[in-house]
């Protein structure tokens, strides 16, 4: 593990006792997008960054859920609320080295987790290696805005979040999911709050994109 993915994983091993209350101002929009996103959520189903759990309650109950953290007193938190259900199964793991083969889950889920991730394109790269073609990839994630003064400010703000506790808040999400090998008409993009909250449903082409690519060689 890199020394840059150690700094970031102290950080939240040092506040996972207390990150549910750092987040309560966050969670006034965030549980009606919540439910929203993850009602879409079919199959077997992996959650990358699951944090203290906050998400399990929302989820169908017809789901087998993994959920995977890199920070072991994160995780720990929410073994404690939601360890003894039958469908949801915890593990510490990094997002940008997961232990799953290829075409693994039918769903896979973010919430505010590609702020943080320390090499973000690998992560999203993974992410695409581990789910199933024509699978879905369902994101609720902040990132830089591209208003002029908006964007400005949020990169002049940016070290106090990312000392604090690791997270980046002019993250490109949308270019980084392009970087790791995502193609435009896979990525459906919908803003929630302003141009800087978004949700991002991508339908996983992976397999029929080889064969196209292929094929025209």
């Known amino acids: 593990m890199t020394d840059q993915n150690q700094k970031i994983k102290k950080r939240y091993n040092r506040i996972a006792g207390l990150y549910d ?6 969670e006034f929009g965030f549980s009606k997008w919540r439910q929203s996103m993850l009602d ?7 959650e990358v960054g699951i944090g203290t759990g906050k998400n399990i309650p929302y989820y169908p109950d017809h789901i087998h859920l993994t959920g995977i953290d890199f920070s072991e007193r994160m995780i720990s938190v929410a073994g404690k609320r939601y360890g003894d259900r039958e469908n949801v199964e915890l593990r510490v793991m ?61 990169d002049l703000l940016n070290p106090i979040p990312l000392n604090i506790y690791g997270a980046n808040i002019n993250r490109e999400t949308e270019d980084n999911l392009l970087s790791a090998g995502f193609s435009r008409r896979e990525i459906s993009v919908t803003n929630l709050w302003m141009d800087i909250f978004k949700a991002i449903r991508i339908q996983n082409m992976k397999h029929k994109d080889a064969l196209q690519n292929k094929n025209s060689d």
């Open 21 to 26: 209350i750092m987040e309560t101002p966050m």
């Open 40 to 46: 879409q959520a079919g199959g077997r189903t992996l």
């Open 94 to 154: 990094d997002a940008q080295h997961m232990d799953f083969p290829d075409d693994s889950f039918d769903t896979v889920v973010t919430s505010c987790v590609f702020c943080s991730v320390p090499h973000p394109v690998q992560g999203l790269k993974e992410i695409r290696r581990v789910s199933k073609p024509g699978g879905q990839i369902l994101m609720l994630e902040h990132v830089r805005s591209h208003k002029p003064v908006v964007g400005k400010v949020m």
